[in-house]
């Protein structure tokens, strides 16, 4: 409200001055926020104090709501009273507006700086929006959430892609996935879901393949494969609904959204081994369906599916 006092607490974004006024943007959690400290409105200290400060420097600011027709916020604040809390001494590699940023190294030594980047913390943020949305599907259709341990005795599934440690003078594994633990508690509680991390001692590196990922999954009783894909599906959907809403509301956001049909096509592991074949894949009955052997012309679509699924 116009000429109400509010406290502000963030990390300055940019500073730049004007002789006898300064301009500050000021980045919370909830997006940017300018400070106007002018001469006659703000004291001279305060306004001198504001102007020599670096980026990142974490502040709070109380001061007076003015409407502003130039914000880009529709508003600005005039400061009457500044906290410091960090100075900042050395300026970050490269600047906290900048979309991209080549050299990963540079990025992950200064992690918190480079995450203050939008385009990072959109990612983030329809991250978050879309593992609500899959909980909330679940809650809604009365699953339980569960915890599995992650330190584990023997394999979940094969050996070979097993972290091994330690665990009190004994070898234990990083557990690979949950599947053990589900299929037991659907004897006590019918469904169960667990969001959660699982770790895998692949030898590839793909975009495909992560030593330690984020797993969605789910085991329910009295259900055939039929039931699993129409879960599947579900949960697909609702993603991609998820990050759509997402992108309406934050213009600046930059996804690229696939398109998917109504009821995604479903085949049976002989249709996909006959495609593969025709689409000149050498490929036979038993393989595994490689993603190198379902790019093939007639298989992308099938490989994009694959994808979806897998990524949920």
Same mark, same amino acid.
């Given at each position: 409200?116009?000429?109400?006092?509010?406290?502000?607490?963030?990390?300055?974004?940019?500073?730049? =001055?004007?002789?006898?006024?300064?301009?500050? @943007?000021?980045?919370? %959690?909830?997006?940017?926020?300018?400070?106007?400290?002018?001469? =006659?409105?703000?004291?001279?200290?305060?306004? *001198?104090?504001?102007?020599?400060?670096?980026?990142?420097?974490?502040?709070?600011?109380?001061?007076?709501?003015?409407?502003?027709?130039?914000?880009?916020?529709?508003?600005?604040?005039?400061?009457?009273?500044?906290?410091?809390?960090?100075?900042? !001494?050395? $300026?970050?590699?490269?600047?906290?507006?900048?979309?991209?940023?080549?050299?990963?190294?540079?990025? #992950?030594?200064?992690?918190?700086?480079?995450?203050?980047?939008?385009?990072?913390?959109?990612?983030?943020?329809?991250?978050?929006?879309?593992?609500?949305?899959?909980?909330?599907?679940?809650?809604?259709?009365?699953?339980?959430?569960?915890?599995?341990?992650?330190?584990?005795?023997?394999?979940?599934?094969? =050996?070979?892609? #097993?972290?091994?440690?330690?665990?009190?003078? %004994?070898?234990?594994? #990083?557990?690979?996935?949950?599947?053990?633990?589900?299929?037991?508690?659907?004897?006590?509680?019918?469904?169960?879901?667990?969001?959660?991390?699982?770790?895998?001692? !692949?030898?590839?590196? @793909?975009?495909?393949?992560?030593?330690?990922?984020?797993?969605?999954?789910?085991?329910?009783?009295?259900?055939?494969?039929?039931?699993?894909?129409?879960?599947? *599906?579900?949960?697909?959907?609702?993603?991609?609904?998820?990050? $759509?809403?997402?992108?309406?509301?934050?213009?600046?956001? !930059?996804?690229?959204?696939?398109?998917?049909?109504?009821? $995604?096509?479903?085949?049976?592991?002989?249709?996909?081994? *006959?495609?593969?074949?025709?689409?000149?894949?050498? @490929? !036979?009955?038993?393989?595994?369906?490689?993603?190198?052997?379902?790019?093939?012309?007639?298989?992308?679509?099938?490989?994009?599916?694959?994808?979806?699924?897998?990524?949920?």
């Amino acid at each position: 409200m116009d000429g109400s006092e509010v406290t502000v607490m963030g990390w300055i974004l940019t500073v730049r =001055g004007h002789g006898n006024i300064s301009f500050v @943007t000021l980045r919370d %959690k909830n997006g940017d926020i300018p400070i106007v400290a002018k001469k =006659g409105d703000c004291p001279d200290e305060l306004r *001198e104090k504001l102007s020599v400060l670096k980026a990142h420097s974490s502040i709070a600011v109380v001061g007076k709501v003015k409407s502003s027709e130039k914000a880009p916020t529709g508003f600005e604040i005039i400061p009457t009273d500044l906290r410091v809390f960090s100075d900042v !001494e050395k $300026i970050p590699p490269f600047e906290p507006l900048a979309k991209t940023v080549k050299n990963i190294d540079t990025r #992950l030594e200064v992690r918190p700086i480079d995450l203050r980047r939008k385009t990072l913390q959109h990612i983030f943020n329809v991250r978050s929006d879309v593992l609500k949305s899959i909980r909330d599907y679940f809650y809604k259709e009365e699953f339980t959430e569960i915890n599995t341990p992650k330190m584990i005795a023997t394999a979940t599934e094969g =050996g070979a892609a #097993l972290f091994a440690i330690f665990y009190y003078n %004994k070898e234990a594994f #990083l557990a690979q996935s949950p599947q053990l633990y589900k299929e037991q508690l659907t004897m006590s509680f019918e469904k169960v879901f667990e969001i959660g991390p699982i770790f895998r001692a !692949e030898p590839s590196r @793909t975009n495909r393949h992560l030593a330690e990922a984020i797993s969605i999954d789910l085991e329910e009783a009295f259900v055939d494969y039929n039931d699993v894909m129409n879960r599947i *599906e579900n949960i697909i959907k609702i993603s991609l609904n998820s990050v $759509i809403d997402y992108a309406k509301n934050n213009p600046d956001a !930059e996804f690229v959204i696939p398109q998917i049909p109504d009821s $995604i096509p479903r085949y049976s592991y002989d249709d996909l081994v *006959e495609k593969m074949q025709k689409a000149g894949a050498k @490929t !036979e009955w038993g393989d595994d369906l490689y993603p190198s052997n379902l790019k093939k012309n007639r298989c992308r679509r099938i490989l994009f599916y694959q994808r979806l699924a897998f990524r949920s």
